[in-house]
């Protein structure tokens, strides 16, 4: 998936130039819709391992590539997106929404997305699990139990192996800035 022709990418290049921390909703309409506000995303902006600012962009499409979020460097821009499905990620509680974001910003901070393709799913499932303890420092305890035992529910092969109280080996997101 690529950026949409509507957003001016030199207006964000000038803007990132020029210093600033994120680009103004109001530069931004994706295909055509209002830029979503009823989303929890981070309220900080969140950067990747290298330094370069993570940007969210919603997509509208009912058949997602890679389920409800995903994280990638653009191609040929080399800028950091995470991208979600507006429509599903609507349905999910607040909470929810924010540790599917902060799980997706884990793969850029732990350097997931410089990788590759994954030579197993041993290695695939690996990162999954550091990218959940990545996004679930983010909350507090009886967050974390919410979450958890919410994703549990849902079947994630992740929560089904481990339980948060093995990821201690990760910093809070706030403190590996």
Known sequence: MK?????????????????????????????????????????LPQYDKHGQEIFFVPDYSLLPPFGVAWSRYESGTGIPLVEYVVPIMKEYPKELQKFIFYHEVGHFKLGHNDQGHYESTKDKLKDERDAHCYAIKNFDTKEQDRIWNFLRAEGDPITLRYHFSECSKFPKPEESR
């Open 3 to 43: 950026i949409r022709e509507n957003i001016n990418l030199s207006t964000i290049f000038y803007l990132l130039v020029a210093g600033c921390t994120h680009v103004p909703d109001h530069y931004i309409r994706y295909n055509g819709e209002e830029w979503p506000t009823d989303i929890a995303k981070p309220t």
